[in-house]
């Protein structure tokens, strides 16, 4: 019990020290927007506002420039993040977001110009994790059956080692190209590479290609990664004495299966981490619309500007910081309770 309450503080502090660094990114981001606007709002002060000569007078007296002056002592008014600490800031915007996000009606913080043109909902969210889910079970299942072939068969093995090099080296947006030219040059819907059309059963075949394109390139280092464990327990005393006991080859391989249960856990949870990377690019490329079409509208380049919306990355950022948190407290709990080292 006491090993189990460690190390469910140590993913709890691992995820604080996650949360502080994305809050200063954010924070730094957050407070480089608040800036630029208070520059800007500072132009039509000293054009409109009477008090202007008054501030400018101000300024020279401590020899700074009526801008800075203007965002250092007059904008904090209407912007406090000016003053506040850059931690801060980021933390309190991903509170904000929380907020946002359990109020379920779509009206969000007051900060809304910083979500920009594209207001978060939790149809990003519902969208994201559905594919999250089909990605990630058919990445489990075909890992698995990869893992037990190479587990009995060295050649495999080596065949699955070397594919696993190959495909981790490919990107996945290639098998999205080749996706989107097969929807293109045959008699499917071209609908497939054009966003998701519909709800419920009937959206699901436009997952059928991204699912796809994530299973290509996720499910052979995963493979690999469980295969390594499986065959390194084989390899364990224990095996062989209960081979000497006379337990048939099924109840053996059941007790391998068994002890690496744990392991397996966590190699599976890497690779849901690193999916999740998989499955924001894929979503843009494939416009379903959820936290990849999110994020890439948390920033606009044009020629004139560049336009960071804070808000829209927090949110994307704060949802998937915080998925990963559950998960990880769900698997080492489940790893405490499924831990069969000294049992027989």
Do not use: C
Not at 150 to 177: C, D, H, K, M
Not at 189 to 194: E, F, G, K
């Amino acid at each position: 019990m006491g090993r189990g309450t460690l190390s469910l503080t140590r993913i709890l502090l691992r995820y604080v020290i996650v949360t502080l660094l994305v809050a200063f990114v954010l924070g730094y981001a957050i407070k480089g927007v608040t800036e630029k606007r208070a520059y800007l709002e500072a132009i039509g002060f000293f054009q409109y506002n009477p008090n202007a000569q008054k501030v400018v007078e101000a300024a020279e007296k401590l020899g700074m420039d009526p801008f800075e002056y203007y965002v250092k002592y007059i904008a904090p008014k209407n912007h406090p993040e000016l003053r506040k600490s850059t931690l801060r800031v980021g933390l309190e915007y991903m509170g904000a977001v929380l907020r946002d996000i359990t109020r379920f009606s779509g009206k969000y913080s007051y900060w809304n110009y910083l979500y920009g043109t594209v207001q978060p909902t939790w149809g990003y969210i519902y969208r994201t994790l559905l594919f999250l889910v089909l990605a990630d079970a058919s990445v489990v299942l075909l890992a698995l059956f990869l893992a037990f072939r190479a587990v009995r068969s060295e050649r495999f093995y080596g065949f699955l080692q070397v594919t696993a090099r190959v495909f981790n080296g490919i990107p996945v947006w290639f098998f999205v190209v080749l996706f989107f030219l097969l929807i293109i040059y045959s008699p499917l819907p071209s609908d497939l590479a054009n966003g998701i059309k519909g709800s419920g059963w009937s959206m699901m075949a436009y997952f059928i290609f991204p699912v796809l394109s994530v299973l290509l390139v996720a499910s052979w280092g995963l493979a690999e990664g469980i295969t390594v464990i499986m065959r390194e327990e084989f390899q364990q005393p224990y095996v062989e004495a209960k081979k000497a006991m006379g337990l048939p080859e099924r109840r053996v391989k059941q007790h391998v299966v068994r002890a690496s249960i744990v392991p397996v856990m966590h190699v599976w949870l890497q690779n849901f981490i690193e999916i999740q990377t998989l499955v924001l690019v894929v979503d843009y490329l494939f416009r379903l619309n959820g936290l990849g079409t999110l994020l890439a509208s948390a920033l606009i380049i044009t020629p004139d500007s560049v336009f960071f919306y804070a808000m829209t990355f927090a949110f994307v950022v704060t949802v998937l910081v915080l998925l990963n948190f559950i998960v990880s407290m769900a698997v080492e709990v489940l790893s405490i309770k499924l831990e069969p080292r000294g049992s027989s």
